[in-house]
C-alpha cells in the first residue's frame, strides 16, 4: 500500500478539523508589513488581519511559501517514509509552485510531484479533500496526481470585493482593471478563470450582487452532482452566511461551509470581499 503525502498552501482555506482528520501539510504563504514578515494562517490570523488593514495607512505586502519551507516539509515527509503530491495556488497567482520545485531539487532522495490547481481558496481546498481521501485509501502518487489534475476542471471561485483599490494596488486584477473607472454603486463580480482573477461584470447594491453571485455559481456547476460548497469572506460573516443559504437552496450541496478568506488572498482583495468557491461533479 502506498503512502502519499498531500502538501498545500495557506490560502487553500482548509478547516483545521480536515486539516487533521487528512493529515495535511499546509505551507504557509508571507504577508509583510514594513519591515514585519508574517506567516500567513500561522503568525496572522484574519479577523485581527482584516481589522488591522481598514484601519492601516501602510500596506501590505505578500510573498510565496518559501522554499525553506518546502524543502523541510518534503525532507521530514520523506524521511517518514511518504511520496509527497503538492497541490497548489495557481502559478498566475502566485510563485508559490516555483518554491515547490526549487525545494524538490533540493531534496533528490524524494519523489515529488506538483499539480497547478489553477485555483485558490477552498476550491483549492476541495481538490486538495478529494485528493487527500484518495490518498487515505493507499492509492498511489500517481493516481493522485491524476485526481488532482482532473479536479482542476470541477472547481470555481466567484466574488465580489468591497472595492478594487487593493486589486489595483497589488496588481492582481487582470481583466476586472476595465472596472477602475466606475462609479462607486457599481459592485463588481470577478472570477478565477484559466488560473487568473479576471472581470465578469458590474451589478448595483450589494444585495443584487451576491444573488447574481449564486446564479453564476449555478451556470457553472451545470447540474453536475455532488456540489460541494464554500461562502468564503474577508470579515464579511453576515453577507457569507446570507450567500451561502441563497446558494444550499439553489444548488443542493452534500457539503457546505463557511470560510475566512486567507490574509495572503485578503491583501489584494481587501476587506469586505465575499464569494463562492465550489466544486462539482466529483
Not at 506538483?114 to 481546498?125: C, E, F, K, N, P
Amino acid at each position: 500500500m502506498s503512502k502519499v503525502a498531500i502538501i498545500t498552501d495557506s490560502t487553500s482555506t482548509i478547516p483545521k478539523n480536515l486539516i487533521d482528520q487528512y493529515q495535511l501539510t499546509i505551507m504557509p504563504q508571507m504577508v509583510i508589513w514594513g519591515e514585519e514578515a508574517q506567516r500567513d494562517g500561522i503568525d496572522v490570523q484574519p479577523t485581527a488581519f482584516y481589522q488591522r488593514l481598514a484601519a492601516s495607512k501602510v500596506s501590505p505586502t505578500t510573498s510565496q511559501a518559501t522554499v525553506a519551507s518546502f524543502k523541510e516539509a518534503y525532507e521530514k515527509l520523506h524521511g517518514e517514509g511518504y511520496e509527497i503530491l503538492c497541490v497548489l495556488i495557481s502559478n498566475k497567482l502566485s510563485g508559490t509552485i516555483s518554491s515547490a520545485i526549487q525545494a524538490k531539487e533540493m531534496v533528490p532522495g524524494a519523489k515529488v510531484e506538483i499539480v497547478d490547481s489553477l485555483s485558490v481558496a477552498m476550491a483549492l481546498g476541495f481538490q486538495v479533500l478529494e485528493v487527500a481521501k484518495l490518498a487515505q485509501t493507499g492509492a498511489s502518487l500517481a493516481q493522485c496526481k491524476a485526481l488532482a489534475e482532473k479536479a482542476v476542471s470541477h472547481t470555481g471561485v466567484i466574488i465580489t470585493p468591497e472595492t478594487l483599490e487593493y486589486l489595483h494596488r497589488g496588481g492582481r486584477i487582470g481583466g476586472g482593471a476595465k472596472f477602475l473607472a466606475t462609479a462607486l454603486n457599481i459592485k463588481p463580480i470577478l472570477e478565477v478563470k484559466d488560473g487568473r482573477l479576471e472581470a465578469v461584470e458590474r451589478v448595483r447594491t450589494r444585495k443584487k450582487v451576491l444573488a447574481r453571485i449564486v446564479e453564476l455559481a449555478a451556470e457553472q456547476v451545470a447540474g453536475r452532482t455532488p456540489v460541494r460548497l464554500s461562502a468564503v469572506h474577508a470579515n464579511s460573516p453576515e453577507d457569507a452566511q446570507f450567500l451561502l443559504d441563497e446558494a444550499k437552496k439553489v444548488l443542493k450541496p452534500v457539503e457546505a461551509l463557511i470560510t475566512e478568506v486567507s490574509p495572503a488572498i485578503g491583501t489584494h482583495t481587501g476587506p469586505g470581499t465575499v464569494g463562492l468557491a465550489f466544486m462539482a461533479g466529483m
